[in-house]
């Protein structure tokens, strides 16, 4: 029997026995299920708060969700000739006409893996001698509902529904785990940046005992660090690793967009990440709010400073399950006042030899590299970070490949890195000054002595 049939039966058995046993919710139907029984809100109707979203009962399969859910090209062939199947000819609906037969042939065919991410079905056998999965089990291993992006889609859909809210929404970023590439092990981590992340892993698992001991100053975390050295990238991982939905904003265009609307826009990022709770929020350059503190020419901008930081005292990861990290390249230009909301600094330096070398070993993962050696590579890279030493590899790849090259060198890569310090070298270059640097051909451009100076700001971030 094919797998095909495996795969539809699995499926026909879960919306089943899901409509006859009301206390399963929607946590219990595996992820791909639920995303083909989401009832989305219809557009005529009069949008109404208080419409439940989600799942309904019956579930009711045709070929369409089937395929859907499955996979499976053609679900009603697969399975056609089980004695306990049934097609409509007029609704063109699928089911079972003995549900009993269809969990024994289930149970004998499907692997206990497939059992273990299926808490519906687990939940109606768990007490057979011949099986020996719970459910409890089965839950603990299916991603929450809340994880999922028709589940967030909807719940924006249902809060943020006006226009001046949807535009709220092009200033919020909000992205399902499932949707997040980089996770933790694609990233190198300094010891200190390791050990504040298990930290707050640990706080999350453990929130109902700290509640319990009135330990509640946890979950503000500040990254602070240069451009390029995985503030981003480590909040997304960890999202990804939680499975919560990561909500990111940056500052600065709250602030400057909608000069009037600042303090509401602040109040409403904050309603969005209550909303998506459990989640984490993500404050991208959070210094422009110390820089709006400063200067006080505009009474709107100091509301709004005064809103966001009443909003971080306001929210907690052991009351709102939101995860509040903010990032700042310029730590010098925050005011104690933002500083101070922080239970926890982690430093995001450039990283030294040894993670270059590292970082280097990731991103040429998948690359052919013939006589690759990272720490050479990395004895040439002293104060790249791991963007750089990523933009240095995509260069590598690129020229190999204008000589038709799908496998790189060394030399390659060290050409990469050489046009690269030139590039940096261009950056910082003076175009107003006379320096014959600007006259094309003399080849004083390429200034490649030993005295690379990287301490310099990287280009997007020049205020
Ligand atoms: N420690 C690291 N390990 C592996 N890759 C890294 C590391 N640091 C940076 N990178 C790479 O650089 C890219 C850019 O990093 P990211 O955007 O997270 O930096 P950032 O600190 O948020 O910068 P910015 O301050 O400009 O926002 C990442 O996608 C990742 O590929
Ligand atoms: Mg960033």
Redesign the pocket.
């Known amino acids: 029997m094919s797998n095909r049939a495996l795969e539809v039966v699995e499926f026909l058995l879960t919306a089943h026995l899901y409509g006859e046993n009301r206390g399963l919710d929607e946590n219990d139907l595996p992820p791909r299920y639920r995303r083909v029984f989401w009832s989305e809100p219809e557009d005529d109707a009069e949008t109404d708060e208080d419409a439940p979203i989600g799942i309904e009962r019956p579930l009711v399969v045709t070929e369409s969700t089937a395929r859907k859910a499955t996979g499976v090209e053609h679900p009603w062939d697969a399975i056609s000739d089980l004695m306990f199947t049934q097609k409509e000819d007029f609704s063109g609906r699928i089911s079972l006409t003995q549900p009993e037969m269809a969990t024994e042939w289930y149970l004998e065919r499907a692997e206990p893996d497939r059992l273990e991410t299926n808490p519906t079905i687990a939940a109606t056998v768990e007490d057979r001698d011949d099986v020996d999965v719970t459910h409890a089990e089965a839950r603990e291993r299916t991603r929450p509902i809340q994880a999922d992006r028709v589940w967030i889609d909807s719940l924006l859909d249902q809060y943020f529904d006006e226009e001046e809210d949807a535009e709220m929404l092009d200033l919020v970023q909000v992205r399902a785990p499932e949707e997040i590439e ?1 996770t933790l092990e ?4 300094t010891q200190d940046q390791e050990g504040e992340i298990q930290k707050l892993m640990k706080a999350i698992e453990h929130r109902e005992y700290l509640a319990d001991i009135g330990l509640r100053e946890i979950g503000k975390i500040l990254f602070v ?1 240069p ?7 480590v909040t997304r991982a960890l999202a990804h690793e939680l499975g919560l939905p990561f909500v990111e904003v940056k500052l600065s265009m709250i602030t400057s967009q909608y000069l009037g609307e600042t303090a509401k826009n602040v109040e409403k990022t904050f309603e969005v990440a209550k909303r998506l709770s459990p989640c984490i929020l993500f404050i ?1 350059e959070f210094d422009s709010v110390a820089k709006t503190r400063r200067s006080d020419e505009h009474a709107a901008l100091k509301r709004a400073v005064n809103t966001l930081l009443k909003s971080i005292d306001d929210i907690s990861l052991i009351r709102d399950e939101v995860i509040l990290i903010g ?1 700042t ?1 310029h730590p010098d230009q925050l005011d104690s006042a933002a500083w101070r909301r922080f239970d926890e600094i982690v430093n ?1 330096p450039k ?1 030294d030899r040894g ?1 270059r070398s590292d ?1 280097l070993r ?1 991103i040429t993962k998948r690359m052919d590299v013939a006589e690759f050696d990272p720490d050479a590579v990395a004895d040439r890279t002293e104060g790249l ?3 750089d030493l ?1 933009m240095v590899l995509r260069e590598a790849v690129l020229e190999a490949l204008t000589e038709e090259r799908m496998s790189l060198t060394q030399e390659d890569i060290i050409d990469a890195v050489e046009d690269f310090e030139e590039r940096d070298n261009l950056k910082n270059m003076n175009m107003m000054s006379d320096g014959e640097q600007l006259v094309a051909g003399d080849g004083s451009g390429h200034d490649d002595d030993e005295g690379h100076d990287h301490d310099h700001d990287e280009g997007h ?1 020049h205020d």
């Not at 694609?186 to 981590?189: A, M, T």
């Not at 451009?227 to 990238?233: A, D, S, V």
């Open positions: 980089m694609d990233l190198v981590l660090g451009p390029g050295t995985g503030k981003t990238t991208d990032a390249n995001f990283p993670m970082i990731i970070t791991g963007s990523r971030d």
